[in-house]
């Protein structure tokens, strides 16, 4: 399964994006799904979760800004981002909830400018 995530940019402080994830394959009406983000010099980290039952969980850094949310029949994922901040800077991935992982391709890459 291959998994691209688009729809990141350069925004300024409290601006919004919406990432995408489309998956090659029907792994979302099976998996949970996350988005990841890793920011320069920095591991990579889970942001936002969903089962594939549409339960979500947030990192507390994102709780009230971000939203996940899913299409399973369209094998797509999103993640609504508002009133960002610089330190949410980095490049978006999207995967599987826990591994066993998928290949993580190249993400998107978020900036939020101050």
């Known amino acids: 399964v291959q998994l691209q995530a688009s729809g990141g940019g350069l925004v300024q402080t409290g601006g919004s994006l919406r990432l995408s994830c489309v998956a090659s394959?029907?792994?979302?009406?099976?998996?949970?799904m996350g988005w990841y983000r890793q920011a320069p010099g920095k591991e990579r980290e889970l942001v936002a979760l969903?089962?594939?039952?549409?339960?979500?969980v947030y990192v507390n850094s994102v709780k009230g800004r971000f939203t996940i949310s899913r299409d399973n029949a369209k094998n797509t994922m999103y993640l609504q981002m508002n009133s960002l901040k610089p330190e949410d800077t980095a490049v978006y991935y999207c995967?599987?909830?826990?591994?066993?992982?998928?290949?993580w391709g190249r993400g998107t890459q978020v900036t939020v400018s101050s």
């Open positions: 394959g029907s792994i979302f009406s099976r998996d949970a």
């Open positions: 995967n599987k909830g826990w591994g066993p992982y998928e290949s």
């Open positions: 969903s089962s594939n039952v549409g339960s979500t």
